[in-house]
């Protein structure tokens, strides 16, 4: 099955700044998704876009999607402490609920 | 709010012991899922239920079975565990209208 990859690996931002995230998978998808988890924790839906979306906000998250070079990136604007986590994205396939998962990307916030 | 529960949060099992996890869930979901988790390796999908009594192969299942008797509550057992078995399990559920999965809080399973 199609797995999706984050880049970079693990990322460490000060409080207040961006975090940006990307993550690129090798076929055609019905949607991409990112997930949340923190510590030792469950994974916690954050956002969905559609094959047929290029852009997508939710609060202080912005994704964007680009089918033609099969990647997605993922912004956290104005990052907080709390937004210490690691970052998954994940594709799902038409006709089916299955998703592939991408390793994922660790966020450390520095307050 | 949806809810999605795991029989335990940390488990110590020895080699070649049966081990069950339970998962279950209240949102009515027909889909659940059973991931492990492992470092620098990500998710990976064991098993997957689309109804009750039905079950499908996920990408790593050699070593795990499951079990899906009622709608809400997915069990996965491993008949024999081994020391490779040693990791975070996660399980998740979804409706056949959505894409969106619920995860419960995951098992740290230690075979020893």
């Known amino acids: 099955s199609q797995q999706g990859e984050e880049d970079p690996q693990a990322l460490s931002i000060q409080e207040g700044e961006n975090a940006t995230m990307n993550c690129s998978y090798k076929?055609?998808?019905?949607?991409l998704q990112w997930y949340r988890q923190n510590s030792g924790r469950g994974l916690v839906h954050l956002i969905l876009?559609?094959?047929?979306?290029r852009e997508k906000h939710s609060g202080r998250l912005r994704v964007t999607l680009d089918t033609s070079k099969k990647s997605s990136s993922l912004l956290i604007t104005a990052s907080r402490a709390a937004d210490t986590a690691s970052y998954f994205c994940a594709t799902a396939q038409y006709g089916n609920n299955r998703l592939a998962f991408g390793k994922g990307n660790q966020v450390v916030v520095i307050p | 709010d949806v809810k999605v529960t795991q029989s335990s949060r940390y488990l110590v099992k020895r080699t070649g012991e049966k081990v069950f996890l339970e998962c279950v869930q209240d949102m009515d979901h027909e889909n659940m899922f059973w991931y492990r988790q492992d470092p620098g390796l990500g998710l990976r999908l064991i098993y997957f239920?689309?109804?009750?009594?039905?079950?499908e192969k996920g990408d790593i299942p050699e070593g795990y079975s499951v079990s899906r008797e009622k709608k809400e509550r997915f069990s996965l057992i491993l008949e024999s565990a081994s020391t490779n078995q040693t990791s975070m399990y996660l399980c998740?559920?979804?409706?056949?209208?959505?894409?969106?999965?619920?995860f419960g809080p995951g098992t740290r399973l230690t075979v020893t």
């Open positions: 998740a559920s979804t409706s056949h209208s959505t894409y969106e999965q619920y």
């Open positions: 239920s689309y109804d009750v009594k039905m079950k």
């Open positions: 876009i559609r094959s047929n979306e």
């Open positions: 076929t055609s998808i019905n949607n």
